[in-house]
């Protein structure tokens, strides 16, 4: 590992035309950007030459028509992550892949094919599916209930890297003169039966230089949380306010080390959406305008998404938060649980839940300056290791890009140019060793 273990990591969410309703109609932002991969590539070259650790596309295999418009008509992640791998040469690729509703084998395969195509730069970013009508999209009627989602996600990973370890370093000689291209006793079938997969494998492909794709893992849930600290390099988490963050970083990092993981090897990044401006006076005339776009249904609808698309529109707006009680928690079970608990701890009505939840927050709003200190403090306190800017409206992202990153630069706390070629060094992650050389090690140094 090359990097400094205490540096800011940085990740671009790229959203296309955007996930909050209005990011779209921003007369700099092309319409179809969710489906132009030109804007993607660029916006990727503009991350790199920024030396952005990665880029992370967020995906869901279920719509309805008040879906965000970026969800509505998208590209499908790991065929726009293969273009983008051509187009780029350092900056990690991360894709967001569902273990409900595919195979470990195909899933191994195509995250192990991007990683050799960007030769080591990929990640896999782990979900369970929060929204039950995906399940009629897969032939299911039913969705898969909460703890089996998370049940099924621990095996579906660990086959997964299992089959990634399908081959040993140099197991492939291309003798030409010896008529050698494979070393047989460095090719290993997995041979896995479980409560939800049987896989024989091997697969079919080599091992990047990092070893494995990075993998990444999204759910606040007390489930969500088991989860990432058994399978997770990094995670991506909403973060309501500093405290909230610092909560969820102990939580994660105490439950991996209850597990003899070494902390230091996830990564926690909050997802953030800053607003820049010269001054901080400027900076909140510019947030004071966005409060002035927010727009009540949207915003209800988004607060119904936690609940399975429930329609919070039937109740008094002006009323305490209803009764949620009855509404399934199957979906985003970590944030509704969030809604109900905040919404009774500080007796607020469904409006005041729907200015609260409805809408992304940010405790990063100022001048550059002012958000570097921001970014300071919670890198610093252990709210996070690293941070997920979303990327939509090109003036907002060149902001961050070229007035705030060369002073977290300045101050030692982000690199000023890539050290290595590969997404886990950039991370500072351990390169895993392929599991069958390391058992051979430990038969030899036995005898």
Known sequence: MTESPR????????????????????????????????????????AEAAKFDFVFI??????TPDSAPHFLNRLEPLTLLS???????????????TTSYWEPYNVARQFGSLDLISKGRAGWNVVT???????????????????????????????VKG?????????????????????KTKQHALNHKGQFFSVAGPLALERS??????????????EGRDLGAHIADATFTVAESLESAKQYYADLKARAAALGRDPDQIIVTPGIS?????????????????????????????????????????????????????????????????IIRTAKQDNLTLRQVAER???????????????????????????????????TEPNAFRDFREKVVPILQARGLFRTDYTSDNLRDHLGLEIPENRYAAQAKVQEAAE
């Open 58 to 63: 967020v995906d869901s295999p279920y719509i």
């Open 129 to 159: 599916t929060g929204l039950e009508g995906a399940a009629r999209n897969y032939s299911r009627d039913e969705h898969f209930e909460h703890g089996v989602r998370y049940a099924r996600a621990q095996e579906f990973v660990s086959v």
């Open 209 to 222: 230089q990092q070893g494995q794709p990075v993998i990444f893992q999204a759910g606040d849930s007390s």
């Open 274 to 338: 800053p607003i820049i401006a010269d001054t901080d006076e400027d900076a909140q005339v510019l947030l004071e305008i966005e409060r002035g776009k927010f727009d009540l249904k949207k915003a209800l609808v988004q607060v119904g998404r936690a609940f399975n698309y429930h329609d919070f529109s039937q109740y008094d707006l002006d009323a305490p938060f209803p009764d949620a009680s009855h509404l399934t928690l199957n979906s985003y079970k970590g944030h509704a649980e969030r």
């Open 7 to 46: 540096q800011i990591k940085l990740g671009a969410i790229l959203e296309g035309v955007g996930t909050t309703g209005q990011s779209w109609r921003h007369p700099d932002l092309p319409g179809d950007a969710s489906v132009d991969i030109n804007w993607y590539i660029d916006n990727a070259r503009l």
């Open 357 to 391: 939840f409805g809408v992304w927050r940010s405790d990063f709003v100022g001048s550059p300056e002012t958000v570097a200190n921001a970014l300071e403090l919670w890198f610093r306190e252990r709210a996070a290791d690293g941070f997920l800017l979303r990327v």
């Open 83 to 97: 273009a983008a791998a051509v187009s780029t040469q350092k900056i990690g690729l991360v894709a967001t892949l």
């Open 163 to 183: 089959l990634w370890d399908s081959y040993e370093d140099g197991a492939f000689p291309r003798d030409k003169s010896n008529d050698l291209f494979l070393d």
